[in-house]
T-cell receptor
Framework: AAGVIQSPRHLIKEKRETATLKCYPI?????VYWYQQGPGQDPQFLIS???????DKGSIPDRFSAQQFSDYHSELNMSSLELGDSALYFC?????????????FGQGTRLTVV | QKEVEQNSGPLSVPEGAIASLNCTYS??????FFWYRQYSGKSPELIMS????GDKEDGRFTAQLNKASQYVSLLIRDSQPSDSATYLC????????????FGPGTSLSVIP
């Protein structure tokens, strides 16, 4: 079965650079979540989209932005990168819109800021 | 207070024993509850979901939900070394498709 696809899997950037992470949800899933997970930390919710509209916002820095496109893929744009942004970034998707739905995760993008 | 809390680890059990993982949540209106397993450096993998009070069994896993006590648990029977991982409890808030909130996780180690 198709899963959530994230790209790239690994990314190395220098401080103050920008990065774009991409997420392709499971087909027919209409909700996308982004999470950040630092070493030894639980996943921290950043932002979510439902039907291409932002549905909720968590602890996402102002330097970050995200959007969901017409084909339901999503991109997380990160600017003015800081060393503390180094983390695993997970995208998850769920289907059937509002309700009791299960979120499935992609393999993640490991971002290293040097 | 965190929205989702889990018993602190690490938890060590011998192979073949029952591992018991606990989770409490603060939002009384939460409707959906999930257990994810995460190996180091890997993405969380959904292993159980539960929506109504009581027990739900799937193979060696049993999830238990008590909404009145705002408590969710996961039992792993006949624990195997391959079960060694971090187990994340997650909660979707009332009526929510917006976000899933994770607990801090409990590290489980199954000793051969």
């Amino acid at each position: 079965a198709a899963g959530v696809i994230q790209s790239p899997r690994h990314l190395i950037k220098e401080k103050r650079e920008t990065a774009t992470l991409k997420c392709y949800p499971i087909p027919r899933h209409d909700t996308v979540y982004w999470y950040q997970q630092g070493p030894g930390q639980d996943p921290q919710f950043l932002i979510s989209f439902y039907e291409k509209m932002q549905s909720d916002k968590g602890s996402i820095p102002d330097r970050f932005s995200a959007q969901q496109f017409s084909d339901y893929h999503s991109e997380l744009n990160m600017s003015s990168l800081e060393l503390g942004d180094s983390a695993l970034y997970f995208c998850a998707s769920s289907g059937e819109g509002q309700g009791n739905t299960e979120a499935f995760f992609g393999q993640g993008t490991r971002l290293t800021v040097v | 207070q965190k929205e989702v809390e889990q018993n602190s680890g690490p938890l060590s059990v011998p192979e073949g024993a029952i591992a018991s993982l606990n989770c409490t949540y603060s939002d009384r209106g939460s409707q959906s509850f999930f257990w994810y397993r995460q190996y180091s450096g890997k993405s969380p993998e959904l292993i159980m979901s539960i929506y109504s009070n009581g027990d739900k069994e799937d193979g060696r896993f049993t999830a238990q939900l008590n909404k009145a006590s705002q408590y969710v648990s996961l039992l792993i029977r006949d624990s195997q070394p391959s079960d060694s991982a971090t187990y994340l409890c997650a909660v979707n808030r009332q009526g929510g498709y917006d976000k899933v909130i994770f607990g801090p996780g409990t590290s489980l180690s199954v000793i051969p």
